[in-house]
């Protein structure tokens, strides 16, 4: 990938959009790399943090020239692979961050939003400057309207404009605000509150977030009991219950059915 840096500073991997001469912009050929990155991550990432290199900008995502000639047959296809990328942020078995500093914009905060954190500098400002270029918004600015309100986020995406965190309702974007010198420390400390949960818990989790999202209530409460249910399917499940009894009560638990590491040795 031309423009994207892949970083593993256990247990976490570290997507760096690294272009800053050109606000971290990058090229169609770059996207099945970055999609590859993210679908296939190695059993022991804990953790996904996308970010931009220096300080100017998180990344506008794509070069403008990438819209220059394109037509309808070529167009459906490069929103597809941008869909396919967010689908697979959203979809991914670990806990995914966004780690913002300077611009946000298009694309690159429809990536933000798809993220389930996000860490912003007080230099960030996010917007979705598409209308501007003569496109609409599409794919995960639906996300939007969650976590501004349907009013603001018309205002954003029919307006075009940017807007920094003190425009923005208190708490909508961003989780943690840092200094823009400090974004990569800030980032790293709220990963270390999600660092010593299973892999397995995580993914079912966030699969979780994805139902509530997409189904009525009823049929969310519904699924989310197979979700439960099919937990104690994993060993990593039972040993994690386990350790935690443990450490609580300071016994050893007594499972016939399901022995754990403890009561084997």
């Not at 990938?1 to 690294?18: C, G, K």
């Not at 429809?110 to 007080?122: F, K, W």
């Not at 974007?173 to 949960?197: C, F, K, Q, W, Y």
């Not at 197979?226 to 935690?244: C, K, L, N, P, Y």
Request: hydrophobic share 45%.
């Amino acid at each position: 990938m031309r423009y994207i840096a892949v970083e593993r500073r256990d247990p976490h991997l570290w997507i760096t959009f690294d272009r800053p001469g050109k606000l971290n912009v990058l090229d169609a050929e770059d996207l099945p790399g970055l999609l590859d990155v993210i679908v296939n991550l190695d059993p022991g990432v804990r953790g996904l943090v996308f970010t931009g290199a220096g300080t100017k900008a998180f990344s506008a995502v794509m070069n403008i020239e990438t819209f220059v000639g394109m037509d309808r047959a070529s167009a459906k296809p490069f929103i597809g692979q941008l869909a396919g990328i967010m689908r697979a942020i959203r979809r991914a078995p670990v806990v995914t961050v966004a780690a913002v500093s300077g611009y946000c914009l298009g694309g690159a905060f429809e990536l933000a939003l798809a993220c389930d954190l996000r860490v912003a500098a007080t230099t960030a400002a996010f917007g979705l400057p598409e209308i501007k270029v003569g496109v609409p918004s599409v794919i995960d600015a639906a996300l939007l309207p969650g976590f501004v309100g349907l009013s603001k986020a018309r205002e954003m995406i029919l307006t075009g404009d940017l807007y920094t965190l003190d425009q923005l309702p208190p708490h909508s974007i961003a989780n943690v605000v840092s200094e823009p010198g400090l974004l990569d420390e800030a980032t790293g400390r709220l990963l270390e509150r999600t660092a010593t949960h299973t892999r397995t818990v995580t993914a079912a989790q966030r699969r979780l977030f994805d139902l509530w999202l997409n189904q009525p209530l009823d049929v969310a409460v519904e699924r989310s009991r197979d979700e439960f249910a099919g937990m104690f399917g994993a060993q990593e499940t039972r040993d994690q219950i386990a350790s935690h009894y443990r450490r609580i009560t300071g016994k050893i638990p007594v499972s016939p059915d399901h022995p754990t590491p403890w009561e084997q040795s």
